[in-house]
């Protein structure tokens, strides 16, 4: 499966962005979000299953991050909203058929989208 994800830009802290990742078909198991700032190990955000719609959201967005999917469009969102200058990073959509924190659980990936969060 391909993953487009888009929605990237510059914002001021406390401002609002909504990412989306686009699979080119049906994904099955679940779709994360992952940051990686500069000089930075990738980290998790968030991740949704496609059967119930669960999600988890890592603790350090929870509160602020929301993540939802359209299953007809094939399509996961990341409301970010109350950003701050650390949330600074390129943002990737990943898929997978389990779920889980790690990247390595996650096979296929998207091209990633900038996200800057100025002060």
């Known amino acids: 499966v391909q993953l487009q994800a888009s929605g990237g830009g510059l914002v001021q802290a406390g401002g609002s962005l909504r990412l989306s990742c686009a699979a080119s078909q049906r994904t099955f198991g679940s779709v994360a979000w992952f940051r990686q700032a500069p000089g930075k190990e990738r980290e998790f955000v968030a991740y949704?299953?496609?059967?119930?719609?669960?999600?988890y959201i890592a603790d350090s967005v929870k509160g602020r991050f929301t993540i939802s999917r359209d299953n007809d469009k094939n399509t996961v969102y990341l409301e970010m909203n109350s950003l701050k200058p650390e949330d600074t990073a390129v943002y990737y959509c990943?898929?997978?058929?389990?779920?889980?924190?790690?990247?390595?659980?996650?096979?296929?990936w998207g091209q990633g989208t900038q996200v800057t969060v100025s002060s």
């Open positions: 949704i299953t496609r059967s119930r719609g669960s999600s």
């Open positions: 990943a898929a997978s058929p389990l779920r889980g924190v790690q990247p390595s659980r996650y096979d296929s």
